[in-house]
């Protein structure tokens, strides 16, 4: 594998030196440079940050359903790729204050990657972890001049466990940027994402407030026919219309398809602290999530001086279609956790599928004004009218429906050039996430419920290029999990109160730092809390965590930079009774990377030691499954543009 990653070295060294000049594309991306604040950026392949799009504030974007593309409302239900997205961003407290429509979770707002107006081909290649393999190849090409440009790409990653277990993942995508005047502009893209034959990591659930031992990572323990096999497409158009008179209207439509051929996973279920399980695999059956959705949105902008206002109405709509059940759980008897005990496939049957279906349209107006120099204030209110019908076999229909008003506010107020405060009040109509594995009911979600934030802080500019925010928070939801029959339901209610912090900016010529911290106090409460069935303090939620990203590259260096990234989380509990924790860790990557031209050709080199200590830590999620996080491993990317 070694000598194919050197082949491929020539390869890319013979792209850089032969074809035509171009624009730099994909060869300087870099997320440490480009991030506006330490609350979660991705670009290309690379992401920092405190939060993504499965965990901010100690909630799921995704599962709630809060992500975007090009600010409009998407309901996505699998991957999407780099072939048709550039970047993301996580937007939270100030930094959503450019949305009309906020939402208790925060928002992750993704970018496509826009074909330019200069032919440009990118191609990037990627080495480890554990010899794995995956090269990248986008494209863009000018078909009219300003007026039509298409961009295409596709990927083939060898993906290795571990263990160096192999499964295969490949995709394809392609954008489209017309302007059929100089008022219109539409966005076709669509993309397809295939991962085969990946065997499902193991999911540890405990017999007591106990952890398991330690064990060699580089060893699979699992099966190695409980396999996870998708397809995933999203296709969809945005188009903005300058209409005149400072009216805009921008739409968005959207689907969005995670097919599940194969669904296994390894539960090694009553687990002490000596390592002796009980081993079952479940495997469901063949699942769909599908998904339209879209938004329409018209804008009206008036300008008084110093004064900005901007009027939105919005139209959003989606209709999502889920098959989940049918499962057959396959006991395996005893065994040791770290310990291969292959199993021959048994002979198995699967039950009938369920389905739901949900229909969901939201009407709302907006209010942005902006004062410069003076503060911003933003209101919002939206009537929305959601239906979720559940068809399980042998069973009458259930429906859940809801039509409440949501309203948001903003304000902020500039007390100075360089120093902002802040404050907001958000309700929302959140999903809530699905079953886990190990439930009686895997694999059904739940329906949407409704949900309140207030948040305020502020925002200080210590340099014209080093930004301080700090701010509180406090997060109101409905509390899902397993209750005393092992059926996923709500059980309570959930507060997350906290305090976050982002520093970011070049600090020193050639030194650029994104920090960020957060404070988080997450309490259950209601019947089952009261009867002691399960303790005030959810899984998987850390009381604080320290992220601290920087890069150091002087001119002098001509292209070269070195670059560090330290996590530090606290302990937290690993039993629903809260009786034990985790002890507090910290991940620490290493790397550098170097930048330079080649016969007029931009490239990049980059060199990652992740988890350089090699530290042992363990991934609690809310369902109580264990799962260990990956040990030191090398990652190496080679990136032209040519």
Known sequence: ???????????????????????????????????????????????????????????????????????LYFDRQGDHTNRIIASSTVRVGLSAQSYPFPAPTGIVDFSLRRPGEKPVTSAVFTYGPFDQAQLEVDTQLPISAEKLSVGAGAMAFLEKTPSHKSSGVWNVGSIARWRPTDNLEILPFGAINYRYGREGPPNILLAGPALPPVYPRHIYFGQDWADLSSEQSTLGMIARADLGNAWTLRTGVFRSLNFRTEQAEN???????????????????PNRLDSVSGEARLSHVTIDDD?????????????????????????????????????????????????????????GVAYEGLWRDVGELSLGVQKTKYRRRSFLPGLPTVTSKDDPWLYNGTIAANLSRDFVVYGSYTRGLEESGEAPQNAANRGEAVAATRTAQVDAGIRYALTPSVRLIAGVFDVKKPFFSQN??????????????????????????????????????????????????????????????????????????RGLAIDAQAERFAGRYIDVLNTAKIAPHTVIDVGGRYTFTVGGRRASLRLQLQNATDEFRWNVASSGTYIAILGRRFVGTLTADF
Request: with cysteine; hydrophobic share 40%; charged share 20%.
């Open 484 to 557: 005393a029959v092992n059926i996923f339901t709500q059980v309570g209610d959930v507060r997350h109160c906290g305090i976050e912090f982002s520093l970011s900016g070049r600090v020193a010529e050639g030194l650029t730092v994104v920090a960020g911290a957060t404070l988080l106090k997450a309490r259950v409460s209601g019947d089952s809390v009261a009867r002691g069935v399960i303790g005030r303090i959810p899984l998987g939620r850390y009381p604080h965590s320290v992220k601290l990203t920087g890069q150091y590259g002087p001119p002098a260096w």
């Open 307 to 363: 004064r900005r206002h901007t009027f939105h109405a919005s139209l959003r709509a989606r209709a999502k279609l889920r098959t989940f059940g049918g499962s057959a759980t396959i006991p395996l008897g005893p065994g040791i956790i770290g310990v291969p005990d292959p199993e021959p496939q048994p002979n198995f049957s699967l039950g009938p599928i369920s389905r739901s279906k949900v229909r969901q349209g939201t009407f």
């Open 1 to 71: 594998m070694i000598m194919r990653a050197f082949g491929a070295v020539g390869v890319f060294a013979a792209l850089i030196t032969h074809g035509p000049s171009a624009v730099a594309q994909r060869a300087n991306e870099n997320a440490v440079v480009m991030a506006e604040d330490a609350f979660g950026t991705q670009v290309g392949n690379e992401s920092i940050g405190l939060y993504n799009a499965a965990d901010v504030r100690g909630f799921s974007p995704t599962e709630a359903g809060n992500l975007h593309i090009e600010g």
């Open 267 to 285: 539960l090694f279920r009553n687990t002490r602290a000596d390592g002796r399980t009980d081993r079952e695999v479940v495997i469901l059956q």
